[in-house]
């Protein structure tokens, strides 16, 4: 594979993961879904908002480390 082919497939990987991120922090992490888990609190599941702040942050490490360095 070409440079080129590499940055290109990191750079989709990177975008895929940001949004993948920022819609599991967004759906998650949403007032009115909090506030029915704080009516139920045995129900609280903390592993989507914390993955999906992974996948955000995974994804602009991954465009940072991809980038053309001149």
């Keep these: ?11 989709v990987v990177g975008i895929i993961l940001i949004v993948l991120g920022i819609i ?24 989507p908002p914390i993955l999906g702040g992974v996948a955000l ?5 991954l465009l940072f480390a991809i980038r053309p360095r001149n």
């Design 1 to 11: 594979m070409q440079r080129e082919d590499v940055m290109r497939a990191g750079s």
């Design 24 to 47: 599991l922090l967004v759906y998650f992490a949403s007032p009115i879904r909090l506030m029915v888990q704080d009516i139920e609190p045995h129900r609280i599941n903390l592993t």
């Design 57 to 61: 942050v995974c994804g602009i490490a």
